[in-house]
C-alpha cells in the first residue's frame, strides 16, 4: 500500500478524533451516544456525496468493473476506513460492548484495507459502501430525536417511516441485486477465459 494511502488513513483517524471531541464539547449535557451519533450522521453523509461524486459513469454506476481504483475512489474509501477504525475504538467505550458490532467493524476495515492495498475494485466497493450509508442518517436521527425529547411525535415517526424505506430498498433490494448482477457479471468473464 502507498505512503500516502496509509497517511490519508491516519489523517482521517485524527479527523474523526477531533470532530468527536469538538462535538463532546458542544453537547456537554448530552450523552457520549448522542455525540458519536452526531460524528456517525456526518460520516454517513460525507460517506454518500463522496461514493456519489466518485461514480465514473451515472449510466452504469458501477463500472468499469475489476478496474484500478480512481484517486476519488481511494479517497473516499480511506476517509470511511479511518471512520471505521475511531468508530471501533469509540465501541470499547460504550455502555455495552456488542460482538456484533465489533465483528462488523473488523470484516469491514479488512475490507476496505484489502481494496486500498490492490487499489483495485474501487467502483463496485464505492457502490457497496454508498448502499450501506445511505439509510445511516436517518438511523441516527431516530435515536438523536429520542434523546432531545422527540420520541413519540409525527417527526419522529416520519424518520423511522424514511428510514424503514431506504434501508429496505438500499439494502435489501437494490444491494441483492447488484451482488447478483456482480456475481454473474464475474462468472460470464471467467467463463470467457476458461473457453480461451
Known sequence: MEDYIV???????????????????????????????VV????????????????????????????KSSPMQIQTLAISGAYLIFDLACCQFSDSINLDTIFHHLVCILGIWAGLASERYGSEMVAALWLGEISGPFLHLRDLLKELGYRDT???????ILFAIIF?????????????????????????????
Not at 11 to 24: C, E
Not at 41 to 58: E, G, K, P, R
Not at 154 to 160: F, G, V
Open 7 to 37: 497517511g490519508l488513513v491516519v489523517a482521517g483517524v485524527f479527523f474523526w478524533t477531533i470532530l468527536f471531541l469538538l462535538t463532546k464539547r458542544i453537547f456537554q449535557e448530552r450523552s457520549f451516544d448522542f455525540s458519536l451519533r
Open 40 to 67: 456517525s450522521s456526518i460520516h454517513a453523509i460525507i460517506a454518500v456525496t463522496l461514493a456519489s461524486l466518485s461514480i465514473q459513469d451515472w449510466s452504469c454506476p458501477i463500472f468499469p468493473l475489476a478496474s
Open 168 to 196: 429496505t430498498a438500499a439494502r435489501m433490494i437494490v444491494g441483492p441485486y447488484l451482488t447478483h448482477w456482480l456475481l454473474d457479471c464475474n462468472l460470464s468473464v471467467l467463463s470467457g477465459y476458461t473457453r480461451s
Open 154 to 160: 409525527d417527526l419522529n415517526l416520519a424518520i423511522d
